[in-house]
């Protein structure tokens, strides 16, 4: 069983700083990619940066130069530093990775996280 479990949302005005972290738990053999993505209400999901195993990093257009993904291998987390909220910012934050939970006998397959709230608000 694998858990993906986020924390940091909350409540911040604009040109605030919020700061994102989710943890991989459970049965993992080994993960891929890690990303953040964002829902808006009435909006789809949308990929906000993603993370590759060996550090490489993309990100939204909306996005780029005010959040920075990174992740900690050792600890199977992954963060979103987030700098210079805005408004449009406000969604439900969701952790994913792509994770192997078994050496065999399992294969590649996408985690979500529950998701954690980002409010921007004055």
């Known amino acids: 069983q694998v858990q993906l479990v986020e924390s940091g949302g909350g409540l911040v005005q604009p040109g605030g700083s919020l700061r994102l972290s989710c943890a991989a738990s459970?049965?993992?053999?080994?993960?891929?990619?890690m990303g953040w993505y964002r829902q808006a209400p009435g909006k789809e999901r949308e990929l906000v940066a993603v993370?590759?195993?060996?550090?490489?990093?993309n990100y939204a257009d909306s996005v780029k130069g005010r959040f920075t993904i990174s992740r900690d291998n050792a600890k199977n987390t992954v963060n979103l530093q987030m700098n210079s909220l805005k408004f449009e910012d406000t969604a439900v934050y969701y952790c994913?990775?792509?994770?192997?939970?078994?050496?065999?006998?399992?294969?590649?397959?996408?985690?979500w996280g529950q998701g954690t709230q980002v409010t921007v608000s004055s």
């Open positions: 459970g049965s993992i053999f080994s993960i891929n990619a």
């Open positions: 994913n990775a792509v994770i192997k939970p078994h050496m065999y006998n399992s294969r590649w397959s996408p985690y």
């Open positions: 993370i590759s195993s060996g550090g490489s990093t």
